[in-house]
């Protein structure tokens, strides 16, 4: 499973109308005049300087103001330069070393570098720059296998470019195709990752119809054969910039595996919150009923948790995302919609609370923690079922994954508590069912708040924490709060 980004410069007019069956993220980045009094000259760009000196990785005085190393090394124009600093990108990771020049230089790139490695910005900054040159309308379109992902690049490029008044929008795209300016030249950036094989469809029905003089960028954190695929059909004399191995994951992340029977899998993972309380965590499950379940479980143990899944509508896991991020809630069950691109700084803990039938996918999992420098935990279960998965994932990041700790009694002291809120988070999970089989049952956001359903509210006789519930309540807390 690869994350894979793409950029196309279009020479000539386009018009592409695909008929695609699944939907698919789009972003327009267009160029939109800045008022008069924030209007810029855009600076000349800066040829390419000598690898970085160690005095420029280090502040320049004690008020620890690093200098304009964006400009002196990459060539990236002072305007982009600024907006950098005011985003807190005080130098240049090393895929962005070694991208963005040669980006500048009018290439094909191909840039693989690990998770979490700004890989974003090595091509975003060339995109802006490029727009810079020659403002356009329209100028860069991205396709990506998540809608969250989309938004999140649209934030990036309309912080990078708020100076010069960049604009983005997000919406999906289906059937109705690609349609382009006829007035401008147009350009085309895909933000992808062949998760499928009716994606990989979509992708090389959109390439055979897009023309043959363009530039491309492809920018992955893994390399598979469908990839190389891709850019033998897609790239033409492509420079290769390669920070990292093929399949490789940051040194700050300590990686753990727990052995356990299926069965028990709820109890531990409730001990594991418990024992790790106070961090923030991301839970991938392997399907969206399982994310919804669990969610569910864990708020009737008293914790925080949110559930983000492919059927939800897309303002609830927007909602639901913007909460996690906001740290209104600790906890978030995902399945691989948020395994690609996101970027959530203060997630401390990834669980795979079911392994990745692929490999690939676990590289891409870990990533959203130990990002840009910063330490990060991650915890695989693995069941008497996932014994070969779990071998596949350790042969391909090549190293042998120690055992987390945990107290076998202990976590039996749970078994009682747990399968109480698995009972409830079963009747919910029915009630939830029987309601979107109703005609019309109104428009509630009732997939990521407490009070998801109404079941709790039944069994404690109406009451938020009276009855039964109440009692319910005062368990889920202790077992969270670390009470055996």
């Excluded at 004399?237 to 191995?245: G, H, I, L, M, W």
Aim: aromatic share 6%; hydrophobic share 35%.
């Amino acid at each position: 499973m690869l994350g894979v980004h793409i950029f196309e410069v279009a020479k000539r007019n386009v018009s592409v109308t695909s008929h695609l069956n699944t939907s698919v993220s789009r972003l327009f980045l267009r160029y939109a005049p800045a008022s008069p009094e924030s209007r810029r000259t855009p600076t000349p760009a800066r040829p390419p300087a000598l690898p970085l000196p160690p005095h420029l990785s280090t502040p320049t005085s004690h008020t620890g103001v690093f200098p304009a190393v964006f400009a002196v090394l990459q060539g990236v124009t002072e305007v982009l330069c600024e907006a950098c600093d005011q985003l807190g990108w005080k130098s240049p990771t090393k895929i962005q070393v070694e991208a963005i020049p040669v980006a500048l230089q009018g290439k094909d790139v191909i840039g693989l570098a690990e998770t979490g490695s700004g890989k974003t910005g090595a091509f975003a900054l060339p995109i802006l720059q490029s727009l810079l040159s020659s403002p356009q309308r329209l100028h860069t379109l991205v396709l990506t296998p998540t809608r969250e992902l989309a938004f999140q690049i649209s934030e990036q490029f309309e912080a990078l470019g708020s100076s010069i008044g960049v604009k983005c929008g997000t919406s999906p795209l289906k059937a109705d195709g690609i349609h382009r300016s006829r007035h401008s030249d147009t350009g085309m950036m895909l933000n992808f990752t062949c998760c499928n094989s009716c994606f990989s469809f979509q992708v090389d029905k959109i390439l055979k119809v897009i023309p043959r003089d363009r530039r491309t960028f492809l920018f992955s954190a893994t390399m598979t054969k469908k990839v190389q695929k891709l850019q033998r059909a897609a790239l033409k004399d492509p420079v290769k910039c390669a920070v990292s191995t093929k399949y490789s994951t940051v040194d700050k992340l300590q990686q753990y595996y727990i052995f356990i029977p299926s069965k028990y899998k709820d109890c531990y993972l409730v001990s594991i919150l418990n024992e790790l309380a106070g961090n923030s965590f991301i839970i991938f499950c392997s399907t969206c009923n399982n994310a919804q379940r669990v969610a569910l479980l864990l708020r009737n143990l008293g914790i925080t948790a949110i559930p983000l899944h492919g059927q939800m509508s897309q303002n609830k896991r927007l909602g639901s995302l913007n909460k996690f991020k906001s740290k209104s809630r600790s906890v978030l069950l995902a399945t691989d919609v948020a395994s690609r691109g996101l970027d959530i700084p203060h997630v401390d803990c990834v669980i795979n609370y079911d392994i990745p039938t692929h490999s690939k996918d676990y590289i891409h999992r870990v990533g959203r923690t130990a990002r840009a420098g910063r330490a990060g935990k991650s915890i695989t279960f693995v069941t008497q079922y996932d014994v070969e998965l779990f071998q596949r994932i350790e042969s391909l990041i090549g190293k042998k994954l120690p055992a987390f700790p945990t107290q076998e009694d202990e976590v039996m002291m749970l078994v009682e508590r747990v399968s109480e809120a698995q009972r409830f988070a079963r009747l919910e999970m029915k009630e939830q069912h029987e309601k979107r089989k109703r005609p019309k049952g109104g428009d509630r956001d009732e997939d990521d708040t407490e009070q998801a359903s109404g079941v709790r509210k039944k069994v404690r006789g109406g009451g938020r924490g009276g009855g039964d519930g109440g009692g319910m309540k005062k368990k889920g807390g202790a077992a969270w709060r670390g009470g055996r």
